[in-house]
Nanobody, 126 residues
């Protein structure tokens, strides 16, 4: 059983930075790992993806060049470095993992992600 625990959210001014962490317990090697976000009244959307143990990363166009997904395999921890934050980045951010996947990226069905964290709130406001 995989458990995911996010941390690192908070309030920041536009242009600021935050780093989210997702500590995973259980075996996640070769899983498709992702960060999703959900703003009030909007659908949950995937913003960044990486295969656990791999190096290829994929990003939504809205965050490309500003967000970086990375992992520390020794700590079994996933990160999301968020720079140049905008008010539209305000959302609850979730870490997710898929043990069975065909392609790990924006085309991965959200239903493939069977493990979810509880979420961490990110608020970007002046």
């Amino acid at each position: 059983q995989v458990q995911l625990v996010e941390s690192g959210g908070g309030s920041v001014q536009p242009g600021g930075s935050l780093r989210l962490s997702c500590a995973a317990s259980g075996y996640t090697y070769s899983y498709c790992m992702a960060w999703f976000r959900q703003a009030p009244g909007k659908e949950r959307e995937g913003v960044a993806f990486i295969v656990s143990g791999g190096s290829s990363t994929y990003y939504a166009d809205s965050v490309k060049g500003r967000f970086t997904i990375s992992q520390d395999n020794a700590k079994n921890t996933l990160y999301l470095q968020m720079n140049s934050l905008k008010p539209e980045d305000t959302a609850m951010y979730y870490c997710a993992a898929a043990s069975r996947w065909r392609l790990c990226g924006l085309q991965t069905a959200i239903t493939d992600f069977t493990y979810w964290g509880q979420g961490t709130q990110v608020t970007v406001s002046s």
